[in-house]
């Protein structure tokens, strides 16, 4: 069964980089394109963005300027870099499981989400 | 990009009875590819993450019980709680997956009356 662990800093400063992780087990990261999506506080979801073990990426057009996803087959992670955040960027973050692979679908395996806050 | 719209925002059902979501699409999401319709939905509880109810408008998830239901073509989808349950307590979201960026409805949340 599908493990996805998120991890990193909970309080990131305004003007600065938001970077998480999600480690994966009981599944090869080839094997899916993985998704990051967030929560604010409150409110709905929204789509970040996904990634392959190769790095191609799809991002949200939203937040394309400012996000790098990125891969790294070794350790069977996968990482988010959103830089010059600032207090909208505060949010539960989830790392899911994209069912797709050509075209995103639906997300079929969730981390439990970490909640960064974007404060002086 | 698709803007999903829920309603109502809240529902109160009795033990029971059923209960009923709507998804509305801004455009339709009903692919020619494959003649199906591009929406999920999910439960989400306090403190859980999102969990996937169905997909393909209509799809139940493995291990998802049989009172969960998703009907709908084109823009307009509907889950259908059967006979709600305790544990049915959440927030519910559609999400569609027609085009990027995949967007999420604002979630109808269902509380016991």
């Known amino acids: 069964q599908v493990q996805l662990h998120e991890s990193g800093p909970g309080l990131v400063r305004p003007s600065e980089t938001l970077s998480l992780t999600c480690s994966l087990s009981?599944?090869?990261?080839?094997?899916?394109?993985w998704a990051w999506i967030r929560q604010p506080a409150g409110k709905g979801l929204e789509w970040i963005g996904r990634?392959?073990?190769?790095?191609?990426?799809d991002y949200n057009p939203s937040l394309r300027r400012r996000l790098t996803l990125s891969a790294d087959s070794s350790s069977n992670q996968v990482s988010l870099r959103l830089t010059s955040v600032t207090a909208s960027d505060t949010a539960v973050y989830y790392c899911?499981?994209?069912?797709?692979?050509?075209?995103?679908?639906?997300?079929?395996?969730w981390g439990q989400g970490i909640r960064v806050t974007v404060s002086s | 990009d698709i803007v999903m719209t829920q309603s109502p925002d809240s529902l109160a059902v009795s033990l029971g009875e059923r209960a009923t979501l709507n998804c509305k699409s801004s455009?339709?999401?009903?692919?020619?590819?494959?003649?199906?319709?591009?929406l999920a939905w999910y439960q989400k509880k306090p403190g859980q993450p999102p969990a996937l109810l169905i997909y393909?408008?209509?799809t139940r998830e493995s291990g998802v019980p049989d009172r969960f239901s998703g009907s709908g073509s084109g823009t307009d989808f509907t889950l259908t709680i059967s006979s709600l349950q305790a544990e049915d307590v959440a927030v519910y979201y559609c999400?569609?997956?027609?085009?990027?960026?995949?967007?999420f409805g604002g979630g109808t949340k269902v509380e016991i009356k």
């Open positions: 999400q569609q997956y027609y085009t990027s960026p995949l967007t």
């Open positions: 009981g599944a090869s990261i080839s094997d899916n394109y």
């Open positions: 455009q339709s999401i009903l692919h020619r590819s494959n003649n199906k319709n591009w």
């Open positions: 990634v392959s073990f190769t790095g191609t990426a």
């Open positions: 899911a499981r994209d069912f797709g692979l050509v075209v995103p679908r639906w997300f079929d395996a």
């Open positions: 393909w408008a209509s």
